[in-house]
T-cell receptor, first 114, second 111 residues
Framework: SQTIHQWPATLVQPVGSPLSLECTVE??????LYWYRQAAGRGLQLLFY??????ISSEVPQNLSASRPQDRQFILSSKKLLLSDSGFYLC?????????????FGEGSRLTVL | AQRVTQPEKLLSVFKGAPVELKCNYS??????LFWYVQYSRQRLQLLLR??SRESIKGFTADLNKGETSFHLKKPFAQEEDSAMYYC?????????????FGTGTRLLVSP
């Protein structure tokens, strides 16, 4: 069966420090991968998506970047964190091919920037 | 542009009462609509999709293109229905799922 792992679960970082959140998927090949940010009162905002290795699309201009070095690995990064980067980040995957609308989400990573 | 609106941040009902979680959308084409749910300490997961026309855990949702709505309904709420509910929209058959989510509605069912 397919599983998705995301870490770290919680992270407290000072302003200006770097960030790396990692997400891996097991049990499937060539998944579509996503990074969402969940903020209270603002719902789920799609940050990045990827349909293959090295293929990253950014949805909103921001201080973050994403990379997909391997088929089932998706990384969210920042060189210098801002206070506004605080939030709950969710990684998700979906199967390629005909769309079913089903995204499978990780457990999330809560980032607090101080 | 795609947009999903969930006007209620919180919906509080008593056990056994009917529930309707509102969702309105804007999309210049034929959308696919979904409801996702997040129970306490669990992952966000798909509840139902409009193309399946299914009832999941007693919940149903009908796509009303005239009113651009996709409200989630259940005739008799249960305490275990308490959760965060998100309405989501995507373009038709894009080959990959780029879902736009609403801001969510927290459903609280009291005994």
């Amino acid at each position: 069966s397919q599983t998705i792992h995301q870490w770290p679960a919680t992270l407290v970082q000072p302003v200006g420090s770097p960030l790396s959140l990692e997400c891996t998927v097991e049990g499937t090949s060539n998944p579509n991968l996503y990074w969402y940010r969940q903020a209270a009162g603002r719902g789920l905002q799609l940050l990045f998506y990827s349909v293959g290795i090295g293929q990253i699309s950014s949805e909103v201009p921001q201080n973050l970047s994403a990379s997909r070095p391997q088929d089932r690995q998706f990384i969210l990064s920042s060189k210098k964190l801002l206070l506004s980067d605080s939030g709950f980040y969710l990684c998700a995957w979906s199967a390629t091919g005909y769309s079913t609308g089903e995204l499978f989400f990780g457990e999330g990573s809560r980032l607090t920037v101080l | 542009a795609q947009r999903v609106t969930q006007p209620e941040k919180l919906l509080s009902v008593f056990k056994g009462a009917p529930v309707e979680l509102k969702c309105n959308y804007s999309y210049s084409g034929s959308p696919e609509l979904f409801w996702y749910v997040q129970y306490s300490r669990q992952r966000l997961q798909l509840l139902l999709r409009h193309i399946s026309r299914e009832s999941i855990k007693g919940f149903t949702a009908d796509l009303n293109k005239g009113e651009t709505s996709f409200h989630l309904k259940k005739p008799f709420a249960q305490e275990e229905d308490s959760a965060m509910y998100y309405c989501a929209l995507s373009g038709v058959n894009t080959g990959f799922q780029k879902l736009v989510f609403g801001t969510g509605t927290r459903l609280l069912v009291s005994p």
